[in-house]
């Protein structure tokens, strides 16, 4: 059974949460009144800790709604960069209705992780097109690996491009030019060509446009992805994948 002082502080703390501020004016009690209503309020909160759980699930739900709604904003300013920039790889049915955007890394754990899922997705569904945007930020050996990727589609093509991403992002080994020359002789190329090609100002230019996208978006972790003009931040699995795809469809 609730005491007379944690009804009072229930009621004041309740007020103080949803009415505005000037409903409750601090300022305007005595010493002793805040004294008294602080102590009240704390034997509460002590009594009913689950009131504070409560608060902090509602808080993360708010804010969680809020940043989705900021990030549907800003995929919507930069879609044109997400889906027409010219130079990223795009897979999948390019006439697909639901275009799904990855950063990745080559270097990164999860990127690794999700691959297959992704891929897995595009099998089962025919009607997602793909695009890979390459955002090295997890070191040389990343850099290393995006710059050889992005070598081998402008010398060779998208369907070169997709093996040697497959290959890099099961890669075990750092990308060393001996192990770059094997992985070039191995998807039919001129090796000498493809590392000669990874300095060049234009495989720069592809990183660097992606970089200040990425920064544009507030994206500083791989994987991140778009899912038609939701963004998602971090690891997906396959089936939360399928869902939020069935959601953009409506």
């Not at 996208?213 to 994948?241: H, K, W």
Request: proline share 4%; net charge negative.
């Amino acid at each position: 059974m609730r005491t007379l002082p944690s009804l009072l502080a229930a009621s004041a703390l309740s007020l103080t949460l949803s009415a505005p501020a000037s409903a409750i004016d601090l300022e305007a009690m005595s010493a002793e009144e805040r004294a008294a209503f602080g102590s009240a309020v704390r034997a509460y909160l002590l009594e009913n800790p689950e009131v504070i759980m409560e608060a902090v699930a509602a808080l993360e739900a708010r804010q969680q709604a809020e940043q989705a709604a900021a990030d549907v904003a800003l995929a919507a300013q930069h879609m044109d960069a997400l889906h027409n920039d010219g130079f990223s790889w795009v897979g999948g049915n390019p006439e697909g209705d639901i275009t799904v955007v990855e950063f990745i890394d080559y270097r990164c754990g999860y990127c690794r992780r999700a691959h297959p899922e992704v891929d897995a997705l595009l099998a089962a569904d025919g009607n997602i097109r793909l695009i890979v945007k390459e955002l090295p930020i997890l070191g040389e050996a990343s850099m290393t690996s995006s710059r050889f990727a992005i070598a081998v589609k402008q010398l060779a093509g998208g369907d070169a491009y997709k093996a040697a991403h497959d290959a890099l992002i099961a890669l075990n080994a750092d990308p060393s030019d001996a192990v770059l020359t094997r992985l070039a002789e191995g998807l039919g190329l001129d090796a000498g060509e493809v590392l000669a090609r990874m300095e060049a100002d234009s495989v720069s230019d592809e990183i660097a446009q992606t970089r200040e996208l990425a920064r544009a978006l507030q994206i500083n972790g791989t994987p991140s992805f778009v899912f038609g003009d939701e963004m998602v931040r971090g690891y997906v699995p396959l089936d939360a994948m399928r869902e939020i795809v069935a959601a953009e469809r409506g």
